[in-house]
Structures are given as C-alpha cells and as structure tokens.
C-alpha cells in the first residue's frame, strides 16, 4: 500500500464533475478520483476548517461508528474495475480489524473527519496514476505494461476502459495546479 495525501479537488471542464486528487507521500505520482458534488463538499468543508451548523452525513456516520466502541485505523483505495474505484474503511472492533466496503468518496470525506492515514493500492496506482509534465502541466500517462492486483498484465478490455479515464483526466483544469499551495 501507498500512503497518500488530498492534494486538491478538481473540476472537470467539460462535463464539471468533480475529482479528488491525491498525491503519493513520498513521490510526484498522483491519483485522480472522480466524486460526486456532495462528496467534494464535504471533503472540502472539512479540509478548510468551515463549521457546519448541523452534523453532515460524514459527521454521522464518524459519531456513529465512535459511540459503536469502534475506531478508523485507515483507508485504502484498493482496486479499479470498469472505471469504478473501490475503498475499503478499516475498523478496528473489539480488538479486531475489520474492512467495510465503501465508495473511495466517502471514505475519504470520512478520513479527513478521522484524521486516518490515506493508502492505495500499489495495482490501483500501477493502472490509474498519473506523473504531470513539469512543462506543461498536463498529465504523462505511462504507456508501458499494467498490472493488475495478482501481477498478471492488465487486459485489452480493462485497458480500454481505462481509455475513458484518461479522456476525463484530460478534461481537468490543471491550469494552477503547482501555484496554489506556495
């Protein structure tokens, strides 16, 4: 697994869908995520410190799982199917660890709540992570072999699925990508 970060939220030119993205730790590899409006706002609302007058739905489910005895050890984005991403919330219960399934939005809206570490799969980075053009701006999609999961090569199928993850990855304003955090 990969430790990440939430860089920033995104907005797609084209179609204004929103898109999280992350950022490995350790090196310039980021990971693009495409989320609802309402997920991005929560993410968001927390990450700028805003105050909510009422608790929103992440806020539930954290209060919810804290009076349960339970606590978030992490997150961990764990696979990509059919341009859908997968995340996995992982609770540590009665001594135990357990994984609950979960969209990566939500999981994610509820770790910055938790303060948890981030992670990704390596094969989700392998298939979906971007490096930008320090010229340009634009991403640089490594065309070599993808791995899946078990380390076989990713199929033409997959591949071609993916083809539509870069066309919306390309859509993205990355126009201050570099200027925001100075």
Known sequence: MIEMTIDSIRVS????QRVVILKEKTSDRYLPIWIGHAEADAIAIKLQG????????HDLLRSVIDTLGATINFIVVNDLKNDNFFAKIALQVD???????????DALALAVRVEVPIYVDESVM?????LLDKETGKPIFDETTKLDKEG??????ELKNLGAFKDFIETIDW???DKRKQ
């Open 13 to 16: 030119l084209m179609n204004y």
């Open 50 to 57: 805003v105050t909510v007058a009422r608790p929103l739905t």
């Open 95 to 105: 001594g135990k660890q357990i994984e609950v399934d979960s969209r990566p939005s």
């Open 126 to 130: 392998d298939k979906a992570g971007i």
């Open 152 to 157: 076989k090569p990713v199929s033409d199928e």
């Open 175 to 177: 126009e201050d990508f």
